[in-house]
């Protein structure tokens, strides 16, 4: 069976810091890019980044980039996403799937996600 699950989520104030992880296993775990998107309530899901499990370099949307670090332990198939200095704008609920691209259209495969709420 293909499974991610996320977990990690929370409420936070502004300027504060959380961690999130993806499990793999199955399918979703021989799937060589791995992406984090969001979900606010009222919009559409956003690509937040994605990494590869071959080395390549993580790729973030502008507005995380310096604050947001995705990393992987292929040992244990998980992936990370350490998210610094999170605003109001970053609240959503966030997805780990697994796929290709920048578009959710690319992921076949996605976790049940896990919310996180940033309060000013």
């Known amino acids: 069976q293909v499974q991610l699950v996320e977990s990690g989520g929370g409420s936070v104030q502004a300027g504060g810091s959380l961690r999130l992880s993806c499990a793999t296993s199955?399918?979703?775990?021989?799937?060589?890019?791995i992406g984090w998107f969001r979900q606010a309530p009222g919009k559409a899901r956003e690509f937040v980044g994605f990494?590869?499990?071959?080395?390549?370099?993580?790729i973030y949307i502008d507005s995380v980039k310096g604050r947001f670090t995705i990393s992987r332990d292929n040992a244990k198939n998980t992936v990370y996403l350490e998210m610094n200095s999170l605003k109001p704008e970053d609240t959503g609920l966030y997805f780990c799937?697994?796929?290709?691209?920048?578009?959710?259209?690319?992921?076949?495969?996605w976790g049940q996600g896990t919310q996180v709420t940033v309060s000013s």
């Open positions: 990494i590869d499990w071959t080395g390549g370099v993580p």
């Open positions: 799937a697994a796929g290709a691209g920048r578009s959710p259209i690319g992921y076949r495969y």
């Open positions: 199955g399918r979703a775990g021989s799937t060589v890019v």
